[in-house]
């Protein structure tokens, strides 16, 4: 399965790959630090600041599905690496280094979302719950689809859980960690920047609502102007 991966990531992404297959990164009993439905997320070992991103291993259905669908890590690289290569520095996707060869599988290795005190960045709809600060997230979040949209990059699978807030000292920064490319047999949003864009646009409304349901009511009684 390893070779597979392998040979699907496309050779003009520029990635490297940081070990050889002879030197494999061990995780051994690691336990991821995250999970989504199609990959783990471990930590780098003896680096806190990258993240590790290992496809789950997959049944009979998921392999013929994977057929017709490109690899997530695949398609987290070529966007963060285009998006960096345009805009050094962007803040608003993390830094791709490149893949390893772990024993768990091929990982995607990329910049951990942290805050400036070094503490996990959350999700949106877990930061409201927690800190409230709705305007402040409605913000960066729309910052953010306007990046998107302003740039031309495709996302299929945008929602709340593939964004991260990251935040230093009241600043609140929204990050795609997740949901690159495009997934439609007619790939419209990448042909049209206008259609990519009213996507976008459907993808915000879309978070932003989930965000006011996020809001305990009590905040959002305090002050209605918080909706
Ligand atoms: N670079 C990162 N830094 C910190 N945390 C991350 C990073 N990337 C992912 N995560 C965390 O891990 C979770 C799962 O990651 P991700 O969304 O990439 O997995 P997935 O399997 O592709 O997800 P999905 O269920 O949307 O298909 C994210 O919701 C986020 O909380
Ligand atoms: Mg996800």
Known sequence: MDEYILRM?????????????????????????ASGSKRLIYTMPRNPELVLK????????????????????????YWCRKIHGMIPDCAFVPRVLGFVCTDQGVA???????????????????????FGRLPAVRQAVEELFDFLARHHVVCNDISEQNILLRHHKHQIQAV????????????????????????????????????????????????PTKR
């Open 54 to 77: 290992i496809a789950r291993k997959k049944n009979f259905a998921k392999r013929l599905r994977r057929l017709f669908r490109k690899s997530a890590n695949a398609a987290d690289a």
């Open 176 to 223: 795609v960690v997740d949901g690159f490319g495009d997934n439609h047999l007619i790939p419209y949003p990448s042909l049209s920047s206008r259609m990519n864009r009213r996507k976008l646009e459907r993808k915000k409304e879309r978070v932003l609502r989930k965000l006011v349901e996020a809001t305990p009511a009590d905040v959002m009684a305090q002050d």
């Open 9 to 33: 990531v496309p050779k003009p992404l520029g990635c490297t790959y940081l070990t050889e297959r002879s030197r494999m990164l061990h995780l051994g009993g690691e336990q991821p630090m």
């Open 108 to 130: 995607l290795v990329e910049e951990r979302i942290r805050n400036g005190d070094g503490t996990p960045a959350l999700q949106p709809v877990e930061f409201i719950r927690r």
